[in-house]
């Protein structure tokens, strides 16, 4: 059974950082590409950031350049996603998911989710 199961979100102020964890089971981890993305409340799920399966190739949206920093760790089944300098616009829930076939942007493009963990950036 594939299990994707993200931790490290919470309430943080503007300026603020957290580092977001992705634990991976059921699948052969390093063979996937990995991903991050977004949804705020009333909004379409956003790419935020992926890394390729040799964990080389990484990229950002352009509205977290900069701040946020994905990396992956094949030994733990892990992939991260720090966030640095948080905005109030940053507030969705946050995603991890894994593509098996390339190194997409598109959520379409990804076979397997995780159920999310919620950020929320106070003013």
């Known amino acids: 059974q594939v299990q994707l199961l993200e931790s490290g979100g919470g309430l943080v102020q503007a300026g603020g950082s957290l580092r977001l964890s992705c634990a991976v089971s059921g699948i052969t981890f390093a063979r996937y590409t990995m991903g991050w993305f977004r949804q705020a409340p009333g909004k379409e799920r956003e790419f935020v950031s992926r890394?390729?399966?040799?964990?080389?190739?990484?990229y950002y949206a352009d509205s977290v350049k900069g701040r946020f920093s994905i990396s992956r760790d094949d030994a733990k089944l892990t992939v991260y996603l720090q966030m640095n300098s948080l905005k109030p616009e940053d507030t969705a829930v946050y995603y991890c998911a894994a593509d098996s076939f390339g190194a997409s942007t598109d959520s379409r493009n990804y076979d397997y989710w995780g159920l999310g963990t919620q950020v929320t950036v106070s003013p």
């Open positions: 890394i390729d399966y040799r964990g080389i190739s990484t």
